[in-house]
């Protein structure tokens, strides 16, 4: 093999990638690649076979983190194209739907601003996207019997500034702050 562009240590040279592999995984054009490679930006070397080999660590080098191939599964890869999944290996990579009864907090920015209770999470959350302006969720799973008194809590101790908040600064909850401490007061007794 013959180096071409920065040498690299034999032994530390990572996985072997065609021109065409390069390109898949960074959405670059294999003409780009070749005018990186004449301009000495993509280090290559050429195999036994004349065929120009890049390897990994020379494409991160180049372009940043270069994400793995997957391997080809489909039988049909022609009209699949080359980067198809089994049904086993998707179903082998999912994930239940976490426990949705609980009490669920609206987050915008680094401020929570709602505090709700529900039996359907996802549900929910897609109604509120409707409605209600946030970037990202939490999620406390309870048992049902506890949801009002979770969530009580929270938007007493919160104050989200989406919960309804009644003339004289009380805010609405499921439960008045003086029901809740005698109910907290009494499970601890």
């Not at 489909?74 to 239940?96: D, F, M, Q, V």
């Not at 209600?132 to 104050?159: G, M, Q, T």
Request: aromatic share 8%; glycine share 8%.
């Amino acid at each position: 093999m013959r180096d071409h562009g920065k040498a690299t240590c034999a032994e530390n040279r990572g996985r072997p990638l065609s021109v065409n592999q390069v390109a898949e995984l960074t959405g670059r054009s294999r003409r780009s690649l070749y005018r990186d490679m004449d301009n000495g930006k993509l280090t290559f070397t050429v195999g036994e076979n004349g065929r120009r080999v890049i390897y990994e660590p020379d494409a991160i080098r180049a372009y940043g983190q270069v994400p793995a191939p997957i391997p080809r599964h489909s039988t049909k890869a022609s009209e699949a194209g080359p980067w198809l999944l089994s049904e086993r290996e998707i179903l082998g990579a999912s994930a239940k739907l976490p426990e949705q009864v609980g009490v669920y907090f609206l987050i915008r920015g680094n401020r929570v601003v709602y505090v709700g209770q529900t039996t359907s999470l996802y549900a929910r959350l897609a109604q509120h996207q409707k409605e209600k302006e946030f970037d990202r969720f939490s999620h406390i799973p309870c048992a049902a019997e506890d949801l009002d008194a979770l969530e009580a809590l929270y938007i007493h101790v919160l104050k989200p500034e989406l919960n309804a908040v009644r003339s004289g600064g009380k805010v609405v909850a499921p439960m008045a702050a003086e029901a809740l401490f005698w109910r907290i007061t009494a499970a601890g007794s």
